[in-house]
């Protein structure tokens, strides 16, 4: 785990461990024609559109190489955990109504801290989006106020586990904040205002527009090295998918 992770996100994933143990230039979904979607679960997502997500390369092989566009690899990124240093950065696109993305974080993602993130392997970096209305869109105004301090990942985390095992769950201002409240978000009257605030809205619509024109189009949605993957598949699934990622690059 890097050094420069805060102190609360190191909590996080202790946490974790007892519980199982930026400017995208390409705006097009032109990205995605060197990823091969690994796995595909109509059970596992929550689609949107009803379009597929992503393409297989020409020849149909798995293409392998450096990060994607999209990869932020930032020290202090309040919206990653695990060594900025790490040999594969998994992004993870959530919403946060998607009762597949709260399945994934409870029972799949402690796991891949354990065994990925804090051996160093994986670094994980989350973004999210709004697809399933007003709600998603408030939910990832609230995570962008999260974010600006430093409370992103815990934010995550609490409404993931409080969320329902089916269906979408309300989020109305006052849940909001409640969840802002649980998790200690330092400055309370802050995360009001930022609520409220348009340029933070405006953050968040940004978000959910370059999903978009990636081809993201159901959630939850991942990429490791240059493979994806959709849905909230078994645990043997990821660790077979991150264990390809890691030989790509050795």
């Known amino acids: 785990m890097s050094t420069n992770q805060p102190l609360a996100r190191h909590t996080l994933e202790a946490k974790y461990r007892r519980a199982t143990i930026g400017n995208w230039i390409l705006g097009a979904i032109a990205v995605f024609l060197g990823i091969v979607v690994l796995a595909q679960t109509l059970t596992g997502q929550s689609p949107t559109t009803g379009t597929s997500v992503a393409a297989e390369s020409a020849d149909?092989?798995?293409?392998?190489?450096?990060d994607m566009e999209f990869v932020r690899r930032?020290?202090?990124?309040?919206?990653?955990i695990g060594d900025v240093d790490a040999p594969v950065v998994l992004t993870e696109w959530i919403d946060l109504r998607c009762p597949f993305c709260a399945s994934f974080s409870r029972d799949t993602l402690p796991v891949l801290i354990e065994e990925y993130v804090d051996t160093g392997r994986v670094r994980i970096?989350?973004?999210?989006?709004?697809y399933f209305g007003e709600q998603s869109e408030d939910g990832s105004v609230a995570l962008q106020a999260a974010a600006n301090q430093n409370k992103y990942i815990e934010y995550v985390t609490a409404v993931?586990?409080?969320?329902?095992?089916?269906?979408?769950?309300d989020l109305d201002r006052e849940v909001l904040v409640g969840f802002a409240e649980q998790v200690g978000v330092p400055d309370m009257e802050q995360f009001s205002a930022d609520l409220d605030d348009p340029a933070v809205r405006a953050q968040a619509q940004a978000e959910t527009r370059n999903a978009q024109q990636l081809g993201v189009t159901a959630v939850p949605f991942?990429?490791?090295?240059?493979?994806a993957l959709s849905g909230a598949q078994p645990v043997a699934t990821f660790r077979e998918y991150l264990d390809e990622a890691l030989a790509a690059v050795e």
């Open 60 to 66: 149909g092989a798995q293409t392998t190489g450096g």
């Open 74 to 80: 930032e020290a202090d990124d309040p919206k990653a």
């Open 125 to 130: 970096e989350f973004t999210d989006v709004a």
């Open 160 to 169: 993931f586990d409080a969320a329902p095992e089916s269906g979408h769950p």
């Open 222 to 227: 991942f990429v490791a090295g240059q493979a």
